[in-house]
C-alpha cells in the first residue's frame, strides 16, 4: 500500500474498465474518490458498488471534451469531497481507423475527448493544487503514445500529445510542488474501449487481443488492475522524486 488515506482524487472515464479500475484501487488506498464520466447512470452505479467495500465515492455525469460539462462537474465533486489531490485524467476514445480512410468526425473526437478533456480537467483542478502547493496529476497515455501503429493515427497523435502535455506541465507546476505524471498503458483487456476496438477489429479479420499477446514477453495481456497499480504509485509520496516521467505497462511489449 501506498499511504494515501486521507487523499481526496477525481478519476475521469472511471464508470468503466481501467477507469474503474483505478478509482477502485485509489479507495481500498483509503482515498475518497469523485468519479466523472460521461455515462452518468454507470457512474452511479460504478459508485454504489465501490462504496460496498467501505469508503466515500461520488460520481458526476458528464462530457470532459464540455468546458461547461467539466466545471460544473468539478464543482459538485469538490463541493462533496473538499480540495482534490489527485487528479487522474482517464477518459478516452479509440476508434481504429487508417489515417487516409478515416472520417474527419473520428479524427476530431480523439482529440476534442482526449487532449480537449485533460485540458479542461486540469484546468479546472490544477489551479487550486498550485495554490495550496501539493498534488499530483496523472494522465493515462498509451504505449501508442510512444510509437506509432498502423490504423490507429488518430488515437496515437493524440497520446503522444498527452505525453508533450505531461512533460510541459510538469516544468510548470513543479515549483509549487505538485508533480504531473503519465502511465502508457499496453494491451489491456476488460475495458468498454478494448471490447469496441475488438469487434471492428474482428470485423476486418484482424488479431484478437489474446493472439497479439503471444508477442509480448510477458506472454498475456494487461488488465484494469496493473494500471492502478502504476497510478497509485505515482500518485504517493513513494514517487515524490518523479516528474514528467511515462511509465510504461505493457508486458514488455514497449519499453522505453
Known sequence: MYGLEGRRAIVTGAAYGIGKGIAARLLAEGCEVGILDLDGEAAEKTAAGLRESGGKVVAAAGNVSSRSDVEAAVAKLTAALGPIDILVNNAGVLKVGKLLEASEADWRSHFAVNVDGLFYMTRAVAPQMVERRKGAIVNIASWMGKSGVAAYSAYCASKFAIIGI???????????????????????????????????????????????????????????????????????????????????????????
Open 166 to 256: 505531461t512533460q510541459s506541465l510538469a516544468t510548470e507546476v513543479g515549483e509549487h510542488g505538485v508533480r504531473v505524471n503519465a502511465v502508457g498503458p499496453g494491451l489491456i483487456v476488460d475495458t468498454k474501449m478494448r471490447d469496441e476496438s475488438e469487434i471492428k477489429r474482428k470485423a476486418e479479420g484482424l488479431p484478437s487481443a489474446f493472439d497479439r499477446a503471444r508477442d509480448i514477453p510477458l506472454r498475456r495481456p494487461g488488465f484494469p488492475e496493473d494500471i492502478a497499480k502504476a497510478v497509485a504509485f505515482l500518485a504517493s509520496d513513494e514517487a515524490s522524486y518523479i516528474t514528467g516521467e511515462t511509465i510504461s505497462v505493457t508486458g514488455g511489449l514497449w519499453n522505453d
